[in-house]
């Protein structure tokens, strides 16, 4: 009875232990996993066009490799400034690539994940 008991208490530790590690895997997706999902939830709120979803896709997938290149960085204010830097250029690439509507919905999305 007690091998059973040792039996499974050495499984439920094993699946509890790879549950955890698929979570923290889940949170550290690729940049281009995210842009996926976002050019995604972009087309949804303003129905792109293929070719508007792949310049999308691209200028999403740049902007998020660049955010992580900031992680190491140490200095708070660098990265605010380097941050804001990206938002902008990144709006100033979409707002070229979407018509006014859909520029309007993108921003409206932000709006959302942002509260």
């Given at each position: 009875?007690?091998?059973y008991f040792t039996l499974l208490s050495f499984i439920?530790?094993?699946?509890?232990g790879l549950q955890q590690t698929q979570a923290q895997d889940s949170r550290q997706q690729s940049p281009e996993q995210v842009a996926k999902m976002q050019t995604h939830a972009i087309h949804?709120?303003?129905?792109?066009?293929?070719?508007?979803?792949?310049?999308?896709?691209?200028?999403?997938?740049?902007?998020?490799?660049?955010?992580?290149?900031?992680?190491?960085n140490t200095s708070i204010e660098d990265v605010k400034k380097v941050k804001a830097s990206l938002v902008e250029s990144t709006n100033a690439k979409l707002k070229a690539v979407l018509n006014a509507e859909q520029y309007?919905?993108?921003?409206?999305?932000?709006n959302e994940y942002s509260k």
């Open positions: 009875m007690k091998k439920a530790v094993f699946f509890i949804q709120a303003a129905t792109l066009t293929g070719d508007q979803q792949a310049e999308t896709f691209y200028i999403l997938v740049d902007y998020h490799q660049n955010l992580k290149g900031l992680r190491g309007a919905a993108h921003l409206e999305l932000l």
